[in-house]
Nanobody, 128 residues
């Protein structure tokens, strides 16, 4: 599986961005997908995840109500819609895929170890 993240950029606080993660080699409808982010000097942290059937989504508390994860199976792409952006959202954002189909994903989906494929990252910078 190859993942290509895009859509990052510079935006003012309160603005919006939509990140895209285009997959090749596998169809995203068969994958559990997630977004993580990493700010300078900090560890990579969980942002959002979506199950294969889209009936389960999860968000870190700091983005609930502002970010939405979704997928378009026809485009083989997963999105992260980010609204009401804050300076503390500034980071490199990574998409990730779990190809294992293990049921343990539901317990471990906030951990980087739950994913076996990663995109290259896209920079999001929010100015105050």
């Amino acid at each position: 599986v190859q993942l290509q993240a895009s859509g990052g950029g510079l935006v003012q606080a309160g603005g919006s961005l939509r990140l895209s993660c285009a997959a090749s080699g596998r169809t995203v409808s068969n994958l559990r997908m997630a977004w993580f982010r990493q700010a300078p000097g900090k560890e990579r942290e969980f942002v959002a995840a979506i199950s294969r059937s889209d009936d389960y989504t999860a968000y870190t508390n700091s983005v609930k109500g502002r970010f939405t994860i979704s997928r378009d199976n026809a485009k083989n792409t997963v999105y992260l819609q980010m609204n009401s952006l804050k300076p503390e959202d500034t980071a490199v954002y990574y998409c990730a895929a779990d190809t294992s189909a293990s049921s343990s994903w539901f317990l471990n989906h906030r951990r980087t170890s739950a994913y076996d494929y990663w995109g290259q990252g896209t920079q999001v910078t929010v100015s105050s």
